[in-house]
């Protein structure tokens, strides 16, 4: 039971932060929650040994996308709604269709027949062999993110700019 | 030689060996932690009074002179200063997260020494990704300005945290791209791999120490490093963020007394965490600069440490002589001009990797010039293009909605 | 640590993803609500990388690399939308935001 210690400590963090992050009144204060889950997710990736994978975890989602939200949230002044109620008219049917889908779940999981066991040894994966398997095998898919980076990039800022009238014509 | 290269692994090894088998790993992993927590806030309060003796001779004064001999112990007395301070929260202060945010840049900040090699053997974790390592830890201090300037409730700090977000979040790119340049030539992203390719010199019987720097990759890479730590450590010419004639003090204007300090340390911590990082991937990590001269008896960390103190004093040089930039001159410049240097870079370091192989008379000169040109033909493109895009005219103001 | 604790985990935080994205009246809480079922799934495929029989192929963390991409152009893109939602509708509470005539 001792072993299982960094792992409920992390899974803890994870779903209460989580829990935290679309249930409390502030937004900021979900968006730094989302954050915190997002470090607990990361934790949990080193401890199946995927290092990269949890590293990038942190860049990317912390790094970026947190912030993002942030800027989100100053932007559009929604930091503050106390008066407002949180949850929306059919909340209660978001509870019901969540707890069923949970239920699920958690019935498949436990009446599947497949219950590997993890490996004896971590798996070495090394960051070489991932960046030649990213330029090998998955070469492919890697240029397509690149391609959807990129026009995801140049939408969102379409998106977000403001429309100016232009000057001596039609709008 | 080898005693004093190595007395800190060797004391390490020789206190672990007097603990009984249980309590190793907690007491080296402390052994390692202590030294970190111990030597680099010493550096900081060393850092602080010379600063502001080296900024007191570039603007002819004399500076702290009145505390100790020379005034060298000014150190102790703001420590104490601070210390005994009243500490103030305002009455709408966001009260957990304003007590988070320098909690976090500190933590964030003494993460990242976890990686960089101080010596030879000397390091507290040697991890396969060390480098993404030292970027992801470098997420918190954004979270933790941010977290700073929303919970102070003062339109002072948010402005401050919106332009120190905005600033940090556009000279990572730089950064990285930087940092990805050495990590392309050497294959590896462990800082220890990164240090152990720079060993020995080369040219006319190794005269030139190996180090990346003196390629020309590596030093586009350094100063495209230099000036992106600079901003990212919030230093003058890039102190916008913190801009004491415009808005006070950024985000931590309502921060008093300990916590004050805290920001102020952890702010100095980043600066030398990310020099160090400066000096392991570009300057030959904790290697001699003479590796052809008889100083074998000077200890790698010497060397580490003296290559670090120089860049800081870069710095403070830097910033007793720069005047501080506009937001648009700083956007402009990390947009129009960085990232494509960045990039440019990326691929003159493959130019450079896949001419090694060639071994014809006078290679090594056509492939240097090939490198060079490549790197200045558009560094003067860009940097005219930069400089025309100046329009003088009259000043125009625009208001919040 | 068993394979079915890590599945009845992550199960558990794609549910309370789930709850947020059908619950809460704010556009913003939505896709951090996203975020979280995303990031549910991602660990579903470290979970069974780990757990897997062919560990050197590494295709669920090469999936997951590929996730992480995706769910950052996502965010991008939908806080945009929601930023110029509220440029135009004056809100982003999805209650209010029921006119698809502009």
């Given at each position: 039971m001792i072993m299982d210690a960094p792992f409920l400590i992390a899974a803890s963090l994870t779903l209460l932060s989580a829990i935290a992050a679309i249930s409390l009144r502030n937004l900021v204060h979900c968006a730094l929650c989302l954050a915190l889950t997002f470090i607990g997710l990361a934790t949990l990736y080193l401890q199946l040994g995927a290092q990269f994978v949890g590293l990038t975890q942190i860049v990317v989602n912390v790094g970026a996308v947190a912030i993002v939200i942030v800027f989100a949230i100053l932007l559009t002044r929604s930091?503050?709604?106390?008066?407002?109620?949180?949850?929306?008219?059919g909340a209660v049917w978001g509870f019901l269709i969540g707890g069923g889908v949970f239920g699920a779940l958690g019935a498949a999981i436990n009446a599947s027949s497949i219950s590997l066991k993890a490996a004896a040894v971590e798996p070495s994966l090394t960051v070489k062999q991932i960046g030649q398997e990213l330029m090998g095998r998955y070469v492919l898919p890697l240029e397509a993110i690149g391609l959807l980076l990129t026009a995801a990039l140049i939408g969102a800022v379409i998106v977000a700019m403001r429309e100016t009238p232009r000057e001596g014509g039609r709008k | 030689m080898e005693k004093l290269d190595q007395i800190f692994v060797t004391l390490k090894a020789l206190v672990l060996g007097l603990v009984?088998?249980?309590?190793q790993l907690p007491v080296s992993i402390l052994l390692s932690i202590v030294p970190i927590m111990l030597v680099f806030p010493g550096m900081f309060a060393l850092t602080t009074v010379a600063e502001r003796k080296l900024l007191g001779r570039i603007q002819n004064r004399l500076g702290p002179?009145?505390?100790?001999p020379f005034g060298f112990l000014q150190w102790a007395a703001d420590g104490l200063k601070t210390i005994t301070k009243e500490d103030i929260v305002p009455r709408n202060a966001d009260k957990v997260v304003h007590f988070l945010a320098p909690v976090i840049l500190l933590v964030s900040a003494l993460l990242?020494?976890?990686?960089?090699?101080?010596?030879?053997?000397?390091?507290?974790i040697e991890i396969d990704a060390g480098i993404l390592f030292f970027f992801a830890v470098g997420a918190g201090t954004e979270l933790a300005v941010f977290m700073a300037g929303w919970s102070s409730r003062n339109k002072y700090a948010l402005l401050g945290a919106m332009r120190a977000i905005a600033q940090m979040i556009s000279y990572e790119l730089p950064l990285l791209l930087a940092a990805l340049a050495v990590v392309m030539a050497v294959g590896s992203l462990n800082p220890v791999d990164i240090v152990a390719a720079q060993d020995g010199g080369r040219g006319w019987g190794g005269?030139?120490?190996?180090?990346?720097?003196?390629t020309p990759w590596g030093f586009v890479g350094f100063v495209l490093f230099l000036i992106a730590a600079a901003a990212e450590s919030n230093?003058?010419?890039?102190?916008l963020p913190e801009a004491e004639s415009e808005i006070?003090?950024?985000?931590?204007?309502e921060y008093s007394g300990m916590k004050f300090a805290t920001f102020f340390l952890a702010e100095y911590l980043g600066l030398f965490v990310i020099c160090g990082m400066g000096v392991t991937l570009?300057?030959?990590?904790?290697?001699?600069?003479?590796?052809?001269?008889?100083?074998?008896?000077?200890?790698s960390w010497a060397w580490f440490l003296s290559k670090l103190v120089s860049i800081v004093l870069l710095y403070i040089w830097m910033r007793g002589t720069l005047p501080r930039l506009r937001i648009d001159q700083l956007m402009n410049f990390a947009w129009k001009f960085m990232l494509p240097m960045g990039l440019i870079n990326l691929v003159v370091v493959g130019v450079w990797k896949y001419t090694r192989p060639w071994d014809y008379f006078g290679a090594e000169a056509v492939r240097w010039l090939v490198c060079v040109a490549l790197l200045a033909v558009p560094y003067f493109l860009l940097g005219r293009n930069l400089m025309s895009h100046r329009k003088w005219g009259p000043r125009t103001y625009r208001y919040a909605e | 640590m068993t394979m079915e604790t890590w599945l009845i985990f992550s199960a558990a935080l794609f549910c309370i993803g789930l709850v947020g994205a059908l619950t809460r009246r704010n556009a913003i809480i939505v896709l951090i609500s996203i975020e979280l079922m995303l990031n549910a799934a991602n660990l579903n495929f470290i979970v069974f990388w780990r757990h897997?029989?062919?560990?050197?192929?590494a295709a669920g963390v090469m999936t997951v690399i590929f996730s992480i991409g995706i769910a950052a152009a996502e965010a991008a893109v939908g806080l945009a939308l929601v930023i110029a939602v509220y440029r135009h509708?004056?809100?982003?509470?999805l209650d209010k935001i029921d006119s698809m005539k502009g």
């Open positions: 930091g503050d709604s106390s008066d407002e109620p949180r949850f929306n008219k | 009984p088998e249980p309590f002179n009145r505390v100790g990242a020494y976890s990686v960089i090699p101080f010596g030879r053997n000397m390091h507290a005269v030139v120490p190996n180090w990346f720097v003196f230093r003058s010419p890039f102190d006070i003090a950024g985000y931590f204007v570009f300057l030959g990590g904790w290697h001699a600069p003479f590796p052809w001269f008889w100083c074998d008896w000077i200890p | 897997g029989v062919n560990a050197e192929a509708f004056k809100t982003v509470n």
